[in-house]
């Protein structure tokens, strides 16, 4: 069973920058492929990126491709999530994810077992 426990979310600016991290535990975090979605109020959940269990590949959302970054420290079992440029639109609560179809870099929530309990991120016009 693999934990997943999501921190760094805030309040900022638009045009400011956060950092989320997601910290793993419980399982062998070097063989799973990480995701991040974020849902904002009233919406549906929706994927914003994922990396692949080497960090060989990634994928991102077209709405913050340019702008978001994921990376991932298998030594020290964490996923990041920088964001920079942030807007509005980004306010949402992000959670990370884990998936064991570790050959899969996937945009769908349901390809991913494993969920962190969210970070909320504000981002003020």
């Known amino acids: 069973q693999v934990r997943l426990v999501e921190s760094g979310g805030g309040l900022v600016q638009a045009g400011g920058s956060l950092r989320l991290s997601c910290a793993a535990s419980g399982g062998t975090f070097r063989s799973y492929t990480m995701g991040w979605f974020r849902q904002a109020p009233g919406k549906e959940r929706e994927f914003v990126t994922a990396?692949?269990?080497?960090?060989?590949?990634?994928y991102y959302s077209d709405s913050v491709s340019g702008r978001f970054t994921i990376s991932r420290d298998n030594a020290k079992n964490k996923a990041s999530l920088q964001m920079n440029s942030l807007e509005p639109e980004d306010t949402a609560v992000y959670y990370c994810a884990a998936s064991s179809s570790s050959w899969l870099v996937s945009g769908l929530g349901l390809n991913y077992e494993y969920w962190g309990q969210g970070t909320r991120v504000n981002v003020s016009s």
């Open positions: 990396v692949s269990w080497g960090s060989s590949h990634t």
